[in-house]
């Protein structure tokens, strides 16, 4: 699909990913963009740099999305391309309370269940729409420290594949993006074990680039670091060799944050 002259969305758009996102796709001469953020100002800051309109949002309700959607329409027209990409990182067993499960699930996975809800049905009836979905590696692999961010990443790549799956034919495009580190503020805060993804960790430009250029392909997996394709692959050729070899790693990622915080 081509940006041009297209209405677009971005949830988390106040910073980091989200924010390059706006930025690039500026770049491309949208109809207009809609950055929607927890945070009222970096949403307007950035909307005021691209041009567009920025709302404060909490996209883990509903009428929170269906605002971002409705703001869209009553200022540049219906959605083309929304981007599903607020989401939220720490360190957790099994042992973390119901409510940290809840709240890690609503803004990394029943968000991106609230704008399907909203749009499929105008895109199937339009035959064209985009969603983009912000997972992570984690959601094909996994994530040392975070049982939550592991799984509710992993739902959102399900449910990503499902609706390419099952509303494709009908023309609504689905992407979904796949990085290890980026250097945001999420890598900077999100436990002691991000800072194994510190060294090959990637700009948010980079990944923008590269969300622009799957777009462009309608290419379903965007993987900012390529080397995920390979882990993926040893994960699905032989499961048990991968759980051992991500045993290794964490018993050797403990070990080095003792070490180095004592
Ligand atoms: N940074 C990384 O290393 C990395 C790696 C893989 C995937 N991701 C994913 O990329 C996405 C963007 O993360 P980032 O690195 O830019 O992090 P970030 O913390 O810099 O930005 C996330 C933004 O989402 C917003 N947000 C959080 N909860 C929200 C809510 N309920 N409603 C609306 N907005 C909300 C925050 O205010 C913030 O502006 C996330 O889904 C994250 O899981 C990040």
């Known amino acids: 699909m081509q940006l041009r002259d297209k209405v677009i969305v971005i949830t988390g758009g106040g910073q980091g990913i989200g924010a ?3 930025r690039r796709f500026s ?5 207009g963009i809609v950055v929607g953020d927890l945070d009222r100002t970096n949403a ?6 691209v041009n567009g309109v920025g709302l404060a949002c909490d996209v883990t309700t509903e009428a929170g999305t269906v605002e971002l959607i409705e703001a869209a329409r009553s200022h540049f027209g219906p959605v083309d391309v ?41 895109w199937t009836a339009r035959g064209e729409g985009y969603l983009v979905v912000t997972a992570s590696a984690a959601g094909l692999l996994t994530s040392l420290g975070s049982a939550p961010y592991a799984v509710t990443k992993h739902a959102a790549v399900a449910f990503a594949e499902w609706i390419a799956i099952t509303h494709g034919d009908a023309g609504v495009r689905v992407s979904v993006l796949c990085p290890q580190g980026v250097n945001t503020a999420m890598l900077e805060g999100g436990g002691a074990l991000n800072q194994l993804l510190r060294p090959d960790a990637v700009e948010p430009e980079k990944v923008a680039d590269d969300v622009v250029d799957a777009i462009d392909d309608e290419r379903f ?6 080397e995920v394709e390979k882990y993926f692959q040893n994960k699905a050729n032989d499961y048990d060799r991968w759980l051992g070899g991500m045993r290794k790693l964490n018993r050797q990622a403990r070990a080095w944050i003792e070490h180095i915080s004592e």
Request: hydrophobic share 50%.
């Open 20 to 22: 390059a996102l706006a």
């Open 27 to 31: 770049q491309e001469d949208p109809a």
């Open 44 to 49: 307007e800051t950035i909307a005021r740099e």
């Open 82 to 122: 929304f981007c599903a990409n607020a989401g939220i990182a720490f360190e957790g067993d099994v042992d973390l309370p119901d409510t940290e499960w809840q709240r890690m699930f609503g803004v990394n996975f029943m968000a991106h269940v609230y704008a399907a809800r909203h749009l499929v049905p105008e």
């Open 221 to 226: 997996l965007i993987l900012p670091h390529p």
